[in-house]
């Protein structure tokens, strides 16, 4: 576990870890009263900073959300276990070899991004629940040629962002 500016450093230098997890801070986090303005642009800032470096060519990003935002889903959550899926997040893809413009209806969890990382390092599973986990590779398309990064522009905040501040929900 290292600062989050690490990160950064290390995607500029080419020196990431084969794994990442980077969970955001809560002062950036888009959780109210904080802004999703403020937090857009964090994340855009680690994405634009992979994308420089050198590892570009053999990244996966799996970009989620750890609450659902609402009750507009339309489809119960799932009881597979005893804990159960949850309501359904947005999560997107982002890597050289993902599908343009594509829409998974696959069903995955986020055992699905460990499932992922299992089978591409040829790792056993460790749990039944990654076991029976859809491992995402239908997301991606390693036949194709690599994009290109795409470098996104920060976006200017109104001045009515605000940062939340409270140093005990920093997940």
């Not at 491992?135 to 001045?159: H, I, V, W, Y």
Request: hydrophobic share 35%; with cysteine.
């Amino acid at each position: 576990v290292v600062p989050i500016e690490q990160f950064e450093k290390d995607a500029a230098a080419g020196t990431l870890p084969t794994v990442s997890w980077i969970v955001t801070p809560g002062t950036v986090s888009e959780h109210p009263p904080a802004s999703v303005c403020v937090g857009e642009n964090w994340t855009v800032q680690l994405l634009n900073s992979l994308m420089k470096g050198q590892d570009w060519s053999s990244t996966a990003v799996f970009l989620t959300w750890d609450d659902f935002g609402g009750f507009y889903d339309h489809v119960p959550p799932q009881q597979v276990d005893g804990y159960g899926l949850g309501f359904r997040v947005p999560l997107l893809v982002i890597s050289p070899y993902a599908k343009k413009g594509y829409i998974d209806h696959t069903q995955y969890e986020y055992s699905s991004m460990l499932r992922f990382a299992e089978d591409q390092l040829g790792l056993p599973t460790m749990t039944g629940r990654d076991k029976a986990a859809d491992n995402m590779m239908g997301a991606f398309d390693f036949t194709q040629t690599p994009r290109d990064p795409l470098l996104l522009e920060q976006r200017t905040c109104s001045k009515n962002a605000t940062v939340y501040q409270n140093a005990a929900y920093d997940d």
